[in-house]
């Protein structure tokens, strides 16, 4: 039995990473001393899984910007328009690089940065590759011969992580006509051919290809490039023993098809579809070894060694322990990276946790325990794994019975307005009295270096509350009057006193907690440190009026309130595991509610509900859209359902494809839709007339991100 990790993260534990490349960016360092900083975290990566005991340690995994893009470098799939930026000779490879991620504005030149977009249903952003028909690729960058060498170098066990061919076609798009993706199959396979070669000359034993693609719906077409793939790959390197990762959903319908590559090793998520291990041992050839992914590697609680062990032991009894791998069930780049730094937490939450580091730590123990370690230090480890699961369940930090009883005492009516659009429509214009066509922006504005300053010197007390507040109600007053102005006819407050759309409601919510230093890579050097759900949600006290009624007394037009849905707040945390995320939600929906109608009591008559994750909360696979989509939209009807026909209700929904759930967001029934489409091209524009667009044309007005007018009728 051996175990590896799939990844870690690169950002490191005090996000020097980004520190240092926005450095670089900015002037204020050289070349030289972004790669010593790059060097000094995959080394430490590298020590830290080594002295943990961990047998196959992932190089290739650590990047400066995205894993994509590095593939995206290294094939030479670089758009024709960054190719110019290399005539002057003082560009390096890096700075082509930092050009496809960022744009590249200098020696006269205006170029465009790689679209953006999410990594399959997690918050992490990737640069999507570019394709073209008939394109040619060549091995333009040597970062993964180079780096497994360095590993190498320093004594690391090392195996290379390789985007598979097949996902990385899938990961880009079609940036012109008559062509399908998966035509270039031919044309990438000798690059892909030429890096295996380089690698096993250098001594490379085990190769890890991501193919996360296999946990998704295919095509026909998609399954036999898998199969020609791996066939021609298996020819030409029989020595080589080649991974294939799949993780974030089970392999269902693809079982066959991922059991029957000629590869020597299968990871399966067994932590978002532990259901699958049972029909994957039922098939599986006595060729193929298996790897569970047995540890979270997109959440910080801390595993269940009990439950983790059954896992292992049918795996063991049924092929035998030489034949099992275990991992995390993906790369822990979604993690924190050391729970060790948090100081300040709750000790009794703090001990249900794991970051990054304590994973590895606990992969290493589930292997000792799996082969019948009698260590007293493990069995210690394991009776206090034990008791802590005991504490987390019956936790009273957790478990909140009013909050229970009130989602267990849920009707159908809790997610209906009293009347149907058409009455609303006519009792919201009485009251509110707007033009034909009202304008609006989205609601938060600038926060300026001022209003930062502010709330630095109130959080360190150098400011007084008393001065923070009169602060924040200057500048609320200059952007209430500044919208007046220009004639903007329903105004915002622009959310000063907010640090973030998901944590400044999530301070003030019961069953949340905040760390310190608990980050993860979004994209680049954008870094988040998402709210922490650990216990049943609600609303102590009102969180929004008090700022929305000041703002509202400044002016005599209407000034909406603005609110976070549940959900946003929900995707966008890190999300307790003892419970469905339906019934979180569902939590946070009420609580959600409960400051709407505080709103609307206090005299706010336009209230906007947010909801920009609800298309990317959707599964992987289609088959399970509609079971999201049904209590994804009862949460937010929840949420907005408990006030008068005359209070309008808005959302707002940005960075995503609208048009395949169209009908479902009509379904929210909320009384004005605002869609961002900037970013996808104004694509929502193009919409077919159907009966589905017409039932939601009637059931809301929309407007782009901006103020311009979108009109589905």
């Known amino acids: 039995m051996q175990t590896h990790i799939l990844g870690y993260p690169r950002i490191g534990s005090k996000r020097e990473l980004k ?25 430490d990566n590298w020590k830290i899984q080594q002295e943990a005991g961990i047998d196959l340690i992932p190089c290739n995994d650590f990047s400066y910007y995205d894993q994509v893009l590095d593939m995206t470098l290294t094939l030479g799939a670089i758009p024709k328009r960054y190719q110019q930026i290399l005539l002057n000779k003082s560009n390096t490879e890096l700075d082509l690089y930092f050009a496809m991620a960022r744009g590249y504005q200098k020696d006269d030149l205006d170029i465009t940065a790689m679209e953006m977009t999410k990594w399959f249903d997690t918050n992490y952003h990737y640069i999507v590759p570019e394709f073209y028909k008939n394109q040619k690729f060549q091995l333009f960058s ?115 098809l991922a059991t029957s590559l000629p590869i020597d090793i299968l990871h399966i998520d067994l932590v978002r579809n532990p259901e699958q291990l049972e029909d994957v041992l039922e098939v599986i050839p006595d060729s193929l070894q298996l790897s569970l992914g047995i540890i979270d590697g997109r959440n910080i609680w801390k595993n269940n060694y009990e439950a983790s062990l059954k896992l292992i032991d049918k795996a063991v009894q049924k ?37 990054a580091k304590q994973k590895v730590k606990e992969l290493a123990s589930l292997k000792a325990l799996a082969i019948g370690s009698d260590d007293e230090k493990l069995l210690l ?233 609800i298309r990317e909360g959707l599964p992987l696979r289609k088959e399970d859209w509609n079971q999201y989509l049904k209590w994804a939209i009862e949460c937010f009807r929840i949420s907005a359902s408990g006030v008068e026909d005359s209070t309008q209700i808005h959302t707002h929904m940005c960075y995503s494809e609208f048009n395949d759930i169209i009908q479902n967001i009509a379904d929210m029934d909320a009384d004005v839709i605002t869609i961002e489409c900037s970013r996808s091209q104004m694509d929502l524009h193009h919409l077919r007339v159907s009966k589905d667009v017409q039932s939601f044309s009637k059931k809301a007005k929309v407007f782009s991100h901006k103020v311009e007018i979108i009109s589905l009728k």
């Not at 023993?241 to 079982?255: E, R």
């Open 142 to 256: 040597n970062k993964i011969v180079n780096e497994f060498a360095g590993a190498k170098q320093a004594g690391i066990n090392a195996k290379p992580v390789i985007i598979g061919l097949v996902s990385y076609l899938l990961l880009g798009k079609e940036k012109e006509e008559g062509f399908d993706k998966l035509d270039l199959v031919q044309n990438l396979l000798p690059v892909y051919t030429e890096i295996l070669s380089k690698l096993q000359e250098q001594g490379a034993e085990y190769i890890q290809f991501d193919e996360a693609f296999l946990a998704l719906d295919l095509s026909e077409k998609a399954k036999a490039a898998f199969q020609l793939v791996y066939t021609e790959l298996r020819k030409k390197f029989p020595k080589l023993k080649l991974i294939v990762a799949t993780y974030f959903d089970g392999l269902k319908d693809n079982l066959s």
């Open 381 to 613: 480890e394991f009776n206090e794994n034990k008791k802590a699961a005991e504490l987390k369940r019956s936790s009273r930090l957790i478990h909140d019975e009013s909050v229970k009883h009130r989602v267990g005492n849920y009707t159908k009516q809790d997610a209906e307005r009293k009347n149907n659009f058409d009455v609303r429509k006519v009792a919201q214009q009485e009251l509110l009295n707007l033009p034909l066509f009202p304008t609006t922006t989205i609601g938060s504005f600038p926060q300026t270096t001022e209003v930062r300053n502010w709330r630095s010197k109130f959080k360190k007390k150098e400011i007084s509350e008393q001065e923070y507040d009169t602060l924040l109600k200057e500048e609320t007053k200059r952007t209430i009057e500044w919208q007046e102005k220009i004639g903007i006819d329903v105004l915002v407050h622009g959310e000063y006193e907010r640090n973030d759309m998901v944590e400044y409601f999530g301070e003030q919510l019961n069953g949340f907690t905040f760390t310190k230093n608990a980050w993860v890579q979004s994209y680049g050097s954008r870094c988040v440190k998402p709210p922490i759900i650990f216990g049943d949600v609600s609303r102590p006290t009102p969180m929004t009026v008090y700022w929305s009624k000041y703002a509202q007394s400044q002016t005599s037009k209407w000034v909406k309130g603005m609110l976070t849905g549940p959900v946003t707040i929900l995707q966008w945390s890190f999300v307790r595991d003892d419970q469905p995320r339906s019934e979180t939600c569902k939590q946070i929906a009420f609580a959600i509610r409960d400051e709407v109608q505080d709103l609307e009591e206090a005299g706010i008559k336009i209230i906007q509900i947010d909801e920009p994750a």
């Open 19 to 43: 520190k240092a490349c926005e450095q670089y960016w900015s002037g204020k360092i050289i070349l030289q001393e972004l790669l010593n900083v790059g060097r000094k975290i995959c080394n």
């Open 319 to 355: 092929i035998g322990g030489e034949r099992i791998f275990l991992a995390p069930s993906c790369s822990l780049l979604h993690s924190p990276c050391d729970l060790d730094f948090e100081t300040e937490l709750n000790p009794e939450i703090k001990n249900w946790m794991a970051f």
